[in-house]
């Protein structure tokens, strides 16, 4: 089963409690309008931390009631954010999401070893994209957090990818691996580690997906292109999740989607305790509000 659209995030609203969300330094007007209709929707409780004198200015001109909002009241950067972090490690808030703050320092404070939210596991972003043109739901990671991941990452962020999906409800997740041609060729590493990668899968050291490699973007996501190029697979042309191979072509092909086609998204960090909702400081509210609504809903299996 694929995901045919984000609105599937919205539809168990009101058989649970909204969940508790913290956002840090909330300091634009985007996070304002998300805010307010994840507030109006009944999907989160949001918390903003930060200035009260810095989130009352953005929410100027809003039409958005930010003295209807939990507080956390921090005038100091860094330590808004420890706060933060604090809330939701101790239990009192069930999901973290990233405002106006740097990501490096929001992950310094997820990463803490006494108050943080750290696992033994590799943290990873993921972003969920909703294309009207292509029918369905696919997924892209890691365009946002490891940098050149080498084939350990890769396997730990295919296996953070899969929790998430298997969370949503997709039981065997197809995983393709990016790369700039179909064929394994040792002058392009990253097409090796796809090669390994997918026999990796077939001797069930990567569980609970399909995963092939390399494949190229276009036979990755179109049935037609695969044909085309006569391509066997149960991954090719259906893909779920597209692996990249670094961050530089996973954060242009991001924002290529984003901006570009105008497409819908919402992002996720995964490998933390709790989830970690990280979406770009200047970005369509519409995006924040779904990627607040998949943070809400992976909080429901990963209470303590």
């Known amino acids: 089963m694929s995901l045919k659209n984000l609105n599937f995030l919205f ?3 009101g058989k649970d409690k909204p969940a508790d969300i913290v956002i840090t330094l909330p300091y634009a007007s985007d996070s304002i309008i998300a805010a307010g209709k994840a ?5 989160a409780n949001p918390i903003l ?5 810095r989130i009352k200015a953005a929410a100027h001109g809003t039409g958005v009631d930010v003295n209807a909002f939990d507080r956390i009241e921090e005038r100091d950067y860094s330590r808004a954010i420890e706060r933060s972090v604090q809330a939701v490690s101790s239990g009192d808030a069930d999901v973290l999401m990233k405002g106006m703050v740097k990501t490096a320092d929001l992950l310094r404070a997820v990463l803490n070893k006494e108050w943080g939210l750290r696992t033994e596991q590799l943290l990873s972003h993921i ?3 909703e294309v009207p043109s292509l029918g369905r739901v696919f997924g892209i990671s ?6 050149y991941p080498d084939l350990n990452a890769k396997k730990q962020i295919i296996e953070n990818a899969v929790t998430l999906f ?3 409800g997709v039981e065997i997740p197809r995983v393709a691996i990016l790369a700039a041609v179909e064929v394994v060729n040792t002058d392009m590493p990253c097409t090796l580690d796809a090669a390994a990668l997918t026999e990796m899968n077939r001797r069930g050291q990567i569980r609970g997906c399909l995963v092939d490699g390399p494949l190229a973007l276009d036979n990755a996501l179109y049935e037609d292109c695969a044909r085309a190029k006569g391509i066997e ?6 893909a779920d999740l597209l692996l990249v191979p670094d961050i530089h072509a996973g954060n242009m092909l991001s924002k290529s989607i984003l901006f570009i086609m ?4 919402a992002a996720l960090m995964m490998g933390a305790r709790k989830p970690v909702v990280i979406t770009s400081r200047y970005g369509n509210p519409q995006t924040k509000v779904y990627s607040m609504a998949m943070g809400a809903y992976a909080s429901r299996f990963m209470r303590d």
């Open 11 to 13: 539809e168990d609203l």
């Open 39 to 43: 507030k109006d929707l009944g999907l």
């Open 49 to 53: 931390a930060g200035d009260p004198d």
């Open 127 to 129: 972003m969920l994209y």
């Open 142 to 147: 890691d365009a946002g957090m490891n940098l």
């Open 166 to 168: 298997h969370f949503l």
């Open 233 to 238: 697979s149960e991954v090719a042309g259906k």
């Open 262 to 265: 105008k497409a819908t998204g």
